[in-house]
């Protein structure tokens, strides 16, 4: 009997349309991944077009008369700060007499022009008697229009003193170290992120030191130690329910619970973080299982072997094996807890918060609180803030995530 080799001849037809349709299905796999690049590049383009003014502030520069009967009676700290000020205005627009003008006038200086000036002259209180040079923060709507030209509140009078000191050089543009540094405000110009971020960190470590250890604790004994039975499946089905509840439930839970029945202090990163941690313990708990499961039999059979107890064998060989999951979990769930909002609102961490929180007891309010918060305000000049402090959280999440790849390489073990 003689071997012969199949007759391919008869299939090239059908292969030629399968290997089309292989080509058709990674242009179009390719094709979808440049989409969605393409909208994340057009969404982050936009945030940061609108955010990056937020980052700069606008100077006004005054040669302001320090005289010296201003000083007279209780020395620097109790100055009228505000009418040297006016009176550095008036001196630079003399042909400014109106009162209606005068207000105009005066407005073109951020509130914060007296604190700043008082700073800089308790810094060099040699030049009393003198006058003093200094630039000093613009109002928000002379801020806008130097930025982006937009009048707004402005009337005529006031763009011509505007381009009269534009013109002079006496307007400039500084890095605005105060939108890190300074606490929620009423006026665009003087708002910050600080006490946002200090909430937001005093949340995430009361969420983390909750949720890690009893979401690692739980998966080890769902894991490791509890027997299989309707009772264990029963857990089972109601974690990963969890995973998928609304986190706006959490927060009315949080609210029912923790502010109505045990009375802990409403606004606080106490109770903030406890209904984070509620919300994050299906996540982390699921990825360690996941993580604990991934785990090679052999290595318990290996360690029980020789004489191990079944304690050993978990926490000595099988947890560390583990470990990277485990991270990799816990920080994926602190990741979405950074950006949740719903539940924050329903425990009234929503609240208008200047001063920065010094403890997990104080009122305080998270990051994403106060975008919402900043988002629904009418002046242009939150648009930038909410931009920029929405780029600010993406840095935050993105910087989480490349610590969860670095620890998940770190802590890797080959078996």
Partial sequence: MTDT?????????????????????????????????????????????????????????????????????????????????KTALRARFPEVSKRRDKKALYRLLSSDAPRELR????????????????????????????????????????????????????????????????????????????????????T??????????????????????SRRGRWSEFIEVNINNLAAVPSIVFGLLGLAVFLNLMHLPRSSPLVGGMVLALMTLPTIIIASRAALRAVPPTIREAALGIGATRVQTVFHHVAPLALPGMLTGAIVGMARALGETAPLLMIGMVAFIVDIPGSILEPATALPVQIFLWADSAERGFLEKTAAAIIVLVVVLVLMNLAAIVLRARFRRRF
């Avoid at 613009?138 to 009078?157: I, N, P």
């Avoid at 505007?162 to 606490?183: C, K, P, V, W, Y």
């Avoid at 909750?210 to 004994?221: D, E, K, M, N, T």
Wanted: net charge positive; charged share 20%.
């Fill in 5 to 85: 080799l199949p007759d391919f001849s008869a299939r090239t037809p059908a292969l030629a349309r399968r290997h089309r349709a292989e080509a058709r299905f990674r242009r179009l796999g390719l094709g979808a991944i440049v989409l969605a690049l393409g909208f994340l590049a057009v969404m982050l383009g936009t945030i940061g077009w609108l955010g990056a003014g937020a980052f700069q502030k606008t100077l006004v520069r005054l040669d302001v008369p320090l005289e010296q009967s201003a000083f007279e009676g209780g020395g620097i700290g109790t100055a009228n700060y505000g009418r040297l000020t």
């Fill in 119 to 202: 700073r800089r002259v308790a810094e060099q209180p040699s030049l009393v008697g003198g006058t003093l040079p200094v630039w000093l923060s613009a109002s928000g709507d002379l801020d806008q229009y130097v930025k982006h030209g937009v009048t707004g509140r402005l009337k005529g009078k006031s763009v011509a003193w505007i381009e009269t000191l534009r013109d002079s050089g006496d307007i400039r543009t500084a890095f605005n170290a105060g939108f890190f540094l300074s606490g929620d405000s009423r006026r665009p110009e003087l708002a910050g992120i600080a006490s946002a971020l200090a909430g937001t960190a005093w």
């Fill in 204 to 225: 995430l470590a009361v969420c983390f030191g909750l949720s890690f250890p009893v979401g690692i604790l739980a998966a080890i004994y769902l894991e490791e130690f």
